[in-house]
């Protein structure tokens, strides 16, 4: 997209966002790239680098439960990521939230960075790795309680109170979204004026068919490749999430 083409995509896009008065972002793993986090399908993503086992079967609740040191030895070098800050994405949407304009952050990401930049109604479909629960009594840990976790004999984080397998709480492949959080979504998404879909090629299923509940006629796909939701979006912007939202005004 050249800058007179970027230029006329952003006014519009503004247009759009000033006549609007209860907005929700849907976003994906493009939001989180942004921030050095990396995704899973692009080319140096997750899916494409070699282990003993394929990540999509690391990541699944069977081999969880069969091999947990596996899962946690894959887990901690891959899905931990240290050091990240939210990026010009992930602030815009907290001002715009913050500014009465934004009502929710839908997100597939389990990286947390929308909630540290600010986001207050934030449903996080797949969950977070920065809550994580003893399977046996309920007790709750955070992050580097897992990340500590590789000190351990066996490489498995267990429960200090009751010797149960702590657990991210993170959808894995095989497990159910929890239907408090898709409620939640489907009512905020069905209720908007405005649907922004941004850094998600919109394959990941369940997850995409939420943006089925949108009913309005204002619906802005932001992502650097083709998506399933350009042919019915008003406006469809191929570039970096942060660069468009970055230019957005609140104000």
Not at 119 to 145: P, Q, W
């Amino acid at each position: 997209m050249n800058d007179n083409d970027f230029d006329k995509a952003i006014a519009k896009f503004q247009r759009m966002i000033d006549e609007s008065r209860s907005i929700v972002f849907f976003g994906g793993a493009g939001v989180s790239t942004e921030s050095g986090i990396p995704d899973f399908r692009s080319t140096d993503g997750l899916y494409h680098q070699q282990w003993k086992y394929p990540p999509e079967q690391m990541l699944s609740r069977s081999f969880f439960d069969a091999n947990p040191a596996e899962f946690y030895r894959f887990y901690r070098e891959k899905l931990i990521v240290k050091g990240v800050k939210p990026n010009a994405a992930h602030k815009k949407l907290a001002e715009l939230e913050k500014a009465g304009k934004l009502t929710a952050v839908v997100t597939q990401n389990i990286d947390g960075l929308h909630q540290a930049a600010g986001s207050k109604n934030v449903f996080e479909l797949h969950g977070s790795t920065l809550r994580n629960y003893c399977m046996k009594c309920g007790a709750s840990y955070d992050i580097d309680f897992i990340a500590e976790s590789a000190k351990a004999p066996d490489g498995i984080p267990h429960c200090p109170k009751c010797g149960g397998i702590v657990k991210p709480d993170v959808v894995l492949y095989e497990e159910g979204l929890d239907g408090a959080c898709i409620e939640g979504a489907v009512r905020a998404i069905r209720d908007a004026d405005m649907l922004i879909i941004g850094g998600t090629s919109l394959v990941v299923y369940p997850a995409a068919s939420l943006v089925n509940y949108y009913r309005g006629n204002k619906l802005v796909v932001i992502n650097k490749t083709a998506t399933g939701g350009d042919a019915i979006a008003t406006l469809v912007i191929r570039d970096s999430i942060g660069k468009v939202l970055g230019a957005v005004k609140t104000a």
